[in-house]
């Protein structure tokens, strides 16, 4: 009988991608992949830490994993087993604690380790070049990742990912282009380009380059799909990048761009290299340039010392904007961090209302966004999953679209009439 794995990933799509590949590398080994709760032989916890919950989730998993299965063999990597994998190596039923330059090398590991609770995690701070992980497809997903740059150099003052993730390493151009036409080969009809800090694309090679030069050479391949980026900082979001994204129809228009803040006092205390105002210009050139693109935003509140006025400046600013999708994230205090040091930490049940105030603030952006659709005719790609005898797809502009069950199968990319409004997104039908 095949060995049994089960996966579960917390966390960004560089999280997902390498989950991916991981259990790929698996099944080809012989595992065979079940369900978390089946209770496999091998469980993987594939963790997140960029807050104290996703930490908690982490542990609480692994925990959970021991009960559907007692004698299970529990792997813990990513950026958690990255930050602190002694802790993590003292839980109870744990036998190898992973970092992230080692997922790669995850069946060797396998081998070698003896159930001691062994750890293998490297100074990833110290890696100069990516090792990309290869794949040729994405199980239960209709939309395919590919990891083009890993690692960040930003060090914003909240942030643990620099030592997480290490800095910002390139994968060569080749090696993209050569991942991006086998999974279009392979079916699926939209590629997401992922990594910790995508804007600084190729700035590690010798000669450097960057993400435009990327795109370019990407439209000259044999790709045929549509292609989504994942998160820009604002700063790299240059006006000849923004330009040829919006008219590229091959690329979708959907731009994800950390805020953080909406006041200049608390972004130059994160250590964000930009103003309220230089924002508020880049999104303006962006709705011009683009009308009918995706803008979603991430803020951040109650970071240390954030007053209700500032606060108030930032839902004042949230307002004035021209986004679509808003995800707001309370501050998290992680240890390592200069924020974590610093006075004035803001209560919890304050961030909490906060949030909400925030939240309330996004589903109107988002549904005002969605709205001006209805009538109109979108091209969606056909994503798992029912709901009451309808079946989700995403659009370009990365609306949920709602059609008949019946008429369409997961992977199908097709043109929607926009009928209406659902809970969750439009309505509409083939």
């Given at each position: 009988?095949?060995?049994?794995?089960?996966?579960v990933t917390?966390?960004?799509?560089?999280?997902?991608?390498?989950s991916?590949?991981?259990i790929?590398?698996?099944q080809?080994?012989?595992y065979?992949q079940v369900?978390?709760?089946?209770?496999a032989d091998l469980?993987?916890?594939?963790?997140c830490?960029?807050?104290?919950?996703t930490?908690?989730q982490?542990r609480k998993?692994?925990?959970?994993?021991?009960?559907?299965?007692?004698?299970?063999?529990?792997v813990?990597?990513?950026c958690?087993a990255?930050i602190?994998?002694?802790?993590l190596?003292q839980?109870?039923?744990?036998s190898l604690?992973?970092?992230?330059?080692?997922k790669g090398?995850?069946?060797d590991?396998?081998?070698?380790?003896?159930?001691?609770?062994?750890?293998?995690v490297?100074?990833?701070?110290?890696s100069?070049?990516?090792?990309?992980l290869?794949?040729?497809?994405?199980?239960q997903?209709s939309?395919?990742?590919?990891q083009?740059?890993?690692?960040?150099?930003a060090?914003?003052?909240y942030c643990?990912?620099p030592?997480?993730?290490?800095?910002?390493r390139?994968?060569?151009?080749?090696?993209?282009?050569?991942?991006?036409e086998r999974l279009?080969a392979?079916?699926y009809?939209e590629?997401?380009l992922?990594g910790i800090h995508?804007g600084?694309?190729?700035?590690d090679?010798?000669?450097c380059?960057d993400?435009l030069?990327?795109?370019?050479?990407?439209e000259k391949?044999d790709?045929s799909?549509?292609?989504?980026?994942g998160s820009?900082e604002?700063?790299?979001l240059s006006?000849e990048l923004?330009h040829?994204?919006?008219?590229a129809?091959?690329?979708c228009?959907?731009?994800?761009?950390p805020?953080q803040a909406?006041?200049?006092e608390i972004?130059?205390?994160m250590?964000?290299?930009y103003t309220?105002?230089f924002?508020a210009?880049?999104?303006?050139?962006?709705?011009?340039?683009?009308?009918d693109?995706?803008i979603g935003?991430d803020?951040?509140?109650?970071?240390?010392?954030?007053t209700?006025v500032?606060f108030?400046?930032t839902?004042?600013?949230?307002?004035q904007?021209?986004f679509?999708?808003?995800?707001v994230f309370?501050y998290?205090?992680?240890?390592?961090?200069l924020?974590a040091?610093m006075?004035?930490q803001?209560p919890?049940?304050?961030m909490?209302?906060r949030a909400?105030?925030l939240?309330?603030i996004?589903?109107?952006?988002?549904r005002?966004?969605a709205?001006?659709?209805v009538?109109?005719?979108?091209e969606?790609?056909i994503?798992?999953g029912?709901?009451d005898?309808?079946?989700?797809?995403?659009?370009?502009n990365y609306l949920?679209v709602w059609?008949?069950a019946?008429?369409?199968?997961?992977?199908?990319?097709?043109?929607?009439?926009v009928?209406?409004?659902h809970?969750?997104g439009?309505?509409?039908?083939p």
């Open positions: 009988m095949k060995t049994t794995v089960s996966i917390l966390g960004c799509k560089t999280n997902q991608f390498e991916a590949a991981m790929e590398k698996l080809q080994a012989g065979r369900s978390f709760e089946a209770g469980v993987i916890v594939n963790t830490t960029v807050t104290a919950a930490d908690a982490s998993l692994i925990r959970r994993a021991r009960r559907f299965n007692s004698n299970t063999r529990i813990v990597t990513g958690y990255q602190d994998p002694h802790s190596k839980m109870p039923g744990v604690v992973v970092g992230n330059n080692e090398q995850l069946l590991y396998l081998v070698a380790n003896n159930d001691t609770g062994q750890i293998q490297s100074d990833i701070r110290a100069s070049v990516i090792e990309p290869v794949l040729t497809g994405f199980e997903r939309r395919a990742f590919v083009i740059q890993n690692g960040c150099d060090f914003c003052s643990i990912i030592y997480a993730r290490g800095r910002s390139s994968v060569p151009v080749a090696a993209v282009i050569s991942q991006i279009c392979n079916g009809p590629i997401v992922t995508i600084r694309y190729g700035q090679f010798v000669p380059t993400l030069t990327l795109l370019q050479k990407i391949s790709f799909g549509r292609l989504r980026l820009i604002p700063t790299e006006e923004s040829y994204i919006a008219q129809d091959w690329i228009p959907h731009f994800h761009i805020l909406g006041d200049d972004l130059r205390r250590n964000r290299h309220t105002t924002f210009d880049l999104l303006d050139r962006l709705r011009q340039i683009k009308p693109a995706a935003l803020v951040i509140t109650g970071f240390p010392g954030e209700d500032q108030q400046a839902c004042q600013l949230l307002r904007l021209p679509s999708h808003l995800h309370p998290s205090k992680r240890a390592g961090t924020a040091e006075p004035d803001v919890g049940d304050v909490k209302a909400a105030q939240r309330q996004g589903r109107e952006k988002n005002n966004f709205q001006q659709f009538g109109s005719e979108l969606i790609v994503e798992g029912e709901d005898d309808l079946r989700k797809g995403l659009s370009r949920p059609v008949p019946t008429s369409v199968e997961p992977g199908e990319l097709l043109k929607v009439r009928s209406g409004m809970k969750d439009l309505l509409g039908s």
